[in-house]
């Protein structure tokens, strides 16, 4: 099982977070990285725009890193940046481009890895 113990948590997101696009080149991203800053870089891209990340990293780790948030829930539309890290609860689903849903804690990045934040209806599991 992935960890996330090499990052902190900045804070949670907040409602007003819900009108800005997950990537938000302006908002402070919900993890920063305290070591273990050796590991080789990889690129994916998250609903289409590049963003680097380093082996070993989860998808979640990866996009909090960059993010306020991992997605926006389909009951409310609430931001969502995850809740148990641990692949128990089911908050970090997103999506890779070719159609398989994955939790974002628990699934490394890959090299090239096309990841979406916004469903596009599920094709896996
Ligand atoms: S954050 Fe709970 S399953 Fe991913």
């Not at 690129?43 to 725009?49: E, I, K, Q, R, S």
Request: with cysteine; proline share 5%.
């Amino acid at each position: 099982m992935p960890t996330t113990s090499f990052y902190a948590m900045t804070n949670l997101p907040s409602a007003a977070s819900a009108t800005q696009p997950p990537i938000a080149a302006d908002a402070a991203p919900q993890f920063v990285r305290l070591t273990e800053t050796h590991r080789k870089q990889v690129t994916l891209t998250v609903d289409g725009a590049a963003m680097t990340a380093l082996t070993g990293d989860t998808v979640l780790s990866a996009i909090l890193l960059h993010a306020r948030r991992v997605r926006d829930t389909e009951f409310s539309g609430e931001p969502r940046a995850g809740f148990c890290l641990m692949g128990a609860c089911q908050d970090c689903w997103v999506q890779l481009e070719e159609g398989t849903r994955i939790r974002a804690c628990s699934t490394f990045v890959k090299d090239g890895m096309r990841v979406l934040t916004r469903s596009l209806g599920v094709t896996g599991a």
